[in-house]
C-alpha cells in the first residue's frame, strides 16, 4: 500500500496537529531561496521541499520529465504536463517522507532538498494567464441581489440555469503578504448629482477559493462535466479585494472592472483534488430547475467540505475573526464552472485561475464579504480592540484561512493575507519608465 | 533630415499605391519563415523585413538590444523595453529601406533580410497577458441602449463620465486567418419558458480597433493621462465576435462571458504611434458633462483619422461591404481609456490589448455589427450573391479593413479575416489529454 493511502501516515518530518500541511497534503507552490533562486517546492509541515534537488538527485527519473522542469518562478510548466505527471510526483513525495523511508536517514541529501519554510519566501505559484471569476453561491448572489434589486426578486433570472461567471484581471493577481493600496476611482451615489474622484471610501474583501487549471483538450473542443476535474491542477484560498462605492458606479452594463482589478490576493501552496478526496461532499440539490444536460451528471461529492474563516486586524491589534463559513456551499461545483466556461470551445490554459465568487452560507457569520456583513455599512461590527468596521480600514489586514479536517486528518490551504495601505498620492505628472 | 520625415520619401522596395505599408509605415509583427522559425518583422509593400536578420548584420548596435531579441513567437520582449527602442528600430529601418541606401545595392544581406509576404505566415504578434474591452462609441452604445433599454435613455448614466469598459479573455485572442467555429451555448428569449442548449443562432461581428501596450510605469501607480501614449506601442484592427443570443441571457449581472470569449481576431501587424501622427485628429467635444480632472487634458489631436470597412462574403462568392466606419468617432480616447484603466493602480503590461468596442459612426450605413445594422435580425440586409443576412451564417468570411490617406500618403492595417465554421460536433465524452 503506498504511504498515501493511509491517512495516518506520520511523515518523519514534524507535523503539530494543527498543521495544514501533514503527509497527505503534498502542496506545489513556488518558493525563493535564500540564495535568491526559484524553484517550485512542495511543503510538510514547516519544511519547504525544492523539487528541483528532488529531480536533480534521481527521485523523478521514472517520470522523465524535463530538465529544468522546477527552477522555474512559476509552475505552469509542471502543470502543463498533465494529471498522470502531478500524481506521480505527488505519490513519489509522499513515499520519500514517509516515516521510516531511506531518505530519512539521509542527511546529505536532505539538506540539498529542505528548507525551513522561515528562510524561504513562499511566492505566487502560477504566472496566470486568465482569471475568471464566478458567482456561485446562492446565499451570496442572494443577499446582494435583496441589497440593490428586489429582495423578492433576489435572483436574476439566469442564476439558478448557469455558473454566471466574468472575466477577471490577470496582472494585479497578488501573493499573500503583498500589501494592497486603498484604489483610487469615481464614485457617485444615488443622490450625488456628479460623480466624484478619489479613494475608495468602501474597500472590502470578498472571501473565495479558486482553482488553477490544467491544459484543456488541444484545439476547440469543450470539456465535457465527467471529464472536468482531470484538467483541475488543485485548490488555492483567493481575496477578490472590491472597492463597493466603484462597482456601483461602473458596473453597468458590462460588469465589476476598476472595483475589481486593483489587487487579488491568492494562498501560496496550490492543494491538490488528489490531497482533498477525503473531503469531498454532495453541492446543494439542483431540480427546480434542474440545469440543462451538458450540466449534470458532475461528480458525486462535487463540493468539498472546506472549514474558511476570515478576520480582520487593525494595526497594532489582535485578529478579529468576522466570517466563518464553508466552501461545501457552492450551488456551482467547479465541475459544472469548467464544463460552461468551455462549452463555447473557449480554450482552457495551464495556470488559468478560477474563482469561486464569495463564499457566503445562510446566516450572518457566515457571510463572506462586509458588504454582507454590514449590509453595505448599516449595521457596523465590533472588533476585538472596540473599534467598529463597516468596510475596511487602512492598516487593517485581512487574513482568510481554511483547511479540512475529518477522523484525525487535517488538509489546509494556510492563508492569504493582505494588508489595506492609505492610498498612494495620485500625482498627475509622476514619471513614468520612458 | 531623416527619410521617414518626409512622407514622399519613397523605399526601394516596391510599394503599390494602394498598399498599406509604406516606407513610413514600419508596423511590427511576428512571422514564420518557410524554415519554420518565428522571428519578429516588419514590412514594407509586400515584403517581410526580418529585425533578427537586421540585428545579426548590426545595424542595431547603436541600441544595444539584448541578444535573441527578435528571435522569438511575439514582441512581447521588445515591446517591453520602451517607446525610445520602438522608435530607435523604426527610424533605423526607414533610413535603411529609404531609396538610395546602402542597402539598396547590397543583394547578400538583402537576402538574409528580405521574405517575400507570400513565403511567410503572419502570426500573432504579441502574447496578450490581458485583454481588455472598451464600450467607447457613442453612437454604438446609444444603438444597444435604445434596442435593449429605453430609447428615451439610451446611454447609462455612468457612459458620458468615464469610458466603461471591462475584461475579455486573451486565450482565444487569435490570428487573422483563423478560422471561428460557432459556439454552443444556452440561449433563452424572453418569450421561452426556459433555456435551450444548441449552437448560436446569433453569431455576429464587432468592427474593432484595439491598442497594444508598453510596460505601466514600475509598481502600483497610476499612467497619468498626458503620458498615457508613451505607453501605446501601436494599433491592430480587431474584430470581437459575438453570440448575440448567448450574450442577451448571460450577461446580467456580470457582463458578457461566454458570447464574447470564444474567439477575438487580430490583424497581424501592429502599427505605432509614430507612424499614425500625420493622421491624428480631434475627438468629438466633451462639455457635457466635462470629465473629471483625471480624464481631461488627453493630446491634442486624440483621435485618429482611419478609415474603416468590414465585408462578408458568403462561400464561393465576393464580398459586400457591409459598413464603412471611422475610427475618428470614438467618443473616448485611447488616453482617456489608458489613463482610466490605471487610476486605480491596474498594473498594465508590454502585450496587453485593450480594444476600443463596437466602432459605429451616425448612420445606418456606419455602424459596426450586424446587431445595429440589421436592428437585431428584424431588418435584414442583401448580400451582391442575392441571399440576405440577419446575423453571419456558416463559411461566411468576415473581413475588416483600415487604412489612413492625406496628402498622397497612405498608412493602413491590412485586415483582420475569419471564416465561421458550423459548430463543431458537441461530443459530451470527447476524450481529453490526460
Known amino acids: 500500500m503506498h504511504p498515501l493511502s493511509d491517512p495516518k501516515t506520520p511523515s518523519f518530518l514534524p507535523v503539530s496537529e494543527h498543521s495544514d500541511f501533514p503527509l497527505q497534503n503534498i502542496p506545489f507552490g513556488v518558493i525563493e531561496r535564500p540564495d535568491g533562486i526559484y524553484v517550485c517546492a512542495s511543503r510538510i509541515g514547516d519544511v519547504a521541499i525544492d523539487l528541483n534537488a528532488l529531480q536533480q538527485l534521481g527521485y523523478f527519473d521514472e517520470l522523465e520529465l524535463p530538465e529544468g522542469l522546477f527552477v522555474q518562478e512559476a509552475l505552469n510548466e509542471f502543470i502543463s504536463l498533465g494529471r498522470p505527471v502531478w500524481r506521480g510526483v505527488r505519490q513519489i ?8 523511508s531511506k531518505l530519512e536517514g539521509n542527511g546529505k541529501q536532505r539538506e540539498e ?17 486568465d482569471y475568471t471569476d464566478f458567482y456561485a453561491s446562492r446565499e451570496h448572489a442572494t443577499n446582494v441581489g435583496s441589497m440593490f434589486r428586489d429582495p423578492d426578486n433576489a435572483l436574476l433570472p439566469n442564476w439558478l440555469h448557469l455558473p454566471v461567471g466574468y472575466h477577471g484581471r490577470s496582472s494585479t493577481i497578488i501573493e499573500s503578504g503583498m500589501p494592497v493600496h486603498r484604489p483610487h476611482g469615481q464614485r457617485k451615489g444615488p ?9 475608495s471610501l468602501k474597500v472590502d474583501f470578498e472571501l473565495e477559493m479558486a482553482f488553477i487549471t490544467g491544459d484543456g483538450p488541444v484545439g476547440y473542443s469543450s470539456i465535457p462535466i465527467a471529464r472536468a476535474e482531470e484538467h483541475i491542477f488543485g ?16 458596473y453597468v452594463p458590462l460588469g465589476p472592472f476598476l472595483a475589481k482589478n486593483f489587487a487579488t490576493s491568492i494562498s501560496p501552496w496550490i492543494v491538490t483534488l488528489d490531497a482533498l478526496a477525503p473531503f469531498r461532499t454532495e453541492r446543494p440539490a439542483q431540480e427546480d430547475p434542474s440545469p440543462l ?66 463564499i457566503s452560507g445562510p446566516d450572518k457569520g457566515s457571510f463572506g464579504s462586509m458588504l454582507e456583513i454590514t449590509w453595505n455599512g448599516k449595521e457596523p461590527i465590533s472588533l476585538s480592540d472596540g473599534s467598529e468596521r463597516s468596510f475596511i480600514e487602512d492598516n487593517d489586514t485581512v487574513t482568510m484561512r481554511g483547511y479540512c479536517k475529518k477522523d484525525g486528518l487535517r488538509i489546509g490551504f494556510g492563508e492569504v493575507s493582505a494588508t489595506l495601505k492609505p492610498a498612494l498620492p495620485w500625482n498627475p505628472s509622476s514619471t513614468s519608465k520612458n
Open 191 to 199: 443622490q450625488d448629482p456628479a460623480p466624484v474622484f478619489g479613494p
Open 235 to 250: 485548490l488555492v484560498l483567493l481575496n477578490d479585494w472590491s472597492a463597493r462605492d466603484i462597482q456601483q458606479w461602473e
Open 93 to 100: 513525495i509522499g513515499a520519500l517522507y514517509a516515516q521510516g
Open 113 to 129: 532538498i529542505e528548507w525551513p519554510i522561515d528562510q524561504v519566501e513562499a511566492v505566487l505559484p502560477v504566472l496566470v494567464g
Open 293 to 358: 444536460p451538458y450540466l449534470q451528471q458532475d461528480p458525486a461529492g462535487a463540493n468539498v467540505d472546506v472549514h474558511l474563516e476570515v478576520s480582520i486586524a487593525p494595526e497594532g491589534h489582535p485578529e478579529t475573526v468576522v466570517c466563518v463559513s464553508n466552501f461545501k456551499h457552492m450551488y456551482w461545483s467547479m465541475a459544472q464552472q469548467l464544463a460552461h466556461h468551455s462549452i463555447n470551445g473557449c480554450l482552457i490554459n495551464a495556470g488559468d485561475c478560477m474563482g469561486s465568487g464569495t
